[in-house]
């Protein structure tokens, strides 16, 4: 089995900043690219950034230049860094991985954790 856990949501003033936290634990042969999603009330979820496993990023163009993603492989951790938080920012956060285990490759999603940006 595999578990992912996300941490370091919360409540935060806009132009402030939050770090979020992921790991992965279980079961893992292989971790392939590591992502965050964010889904706002009413909206379709929408992919927020990915890193690969040489490090490759990729960011939507909503938060290029704010957030940035980063990756531990030893420890199959994943954080996002995010910066001069904006309203539209506030959002339920996912991680997922696309990882192997025994037995299958899938994405495996974490429960998510809620970022709220307000004064």
């Known amino acids: 089995q595999v578990q992912i856990v996300e941490s370091g949501g919360g409540l935060v003033q806009p132009g402030g900043s939050l770090r979020l936290s992921c790991a992965a634990s279980g079961s893992i042969i292989t971790i392939y690219d590591m992502s965050w999603s964010r889904q706002a009330p009413g909206k379709e979820r929408e992919l927020v950034a990915t890193i690969s496993s040489d490090g490759s990023t990729n960011y939507a163009d909503s938060v290029l230049g704010r957030f940035t993603i980063s990756r531990d492989n030893a420890k199959n951790m994943v954080a996002l860094q995010m910066n001069s938080l904006k309203p539209d920012d506030t959002a339920v956060y996912y991680c997922?991985?696309?990882?192997?285990?025994?037995?299958?490759?899938?994405?495996?999603w974490g429960q998510g954790t809620q970022v709220t940006v307000s004064s």
């Open positions: 997922y991985a696309d990882l192997r285990t025994r037995w299958s490759r899938r994405n495996y």
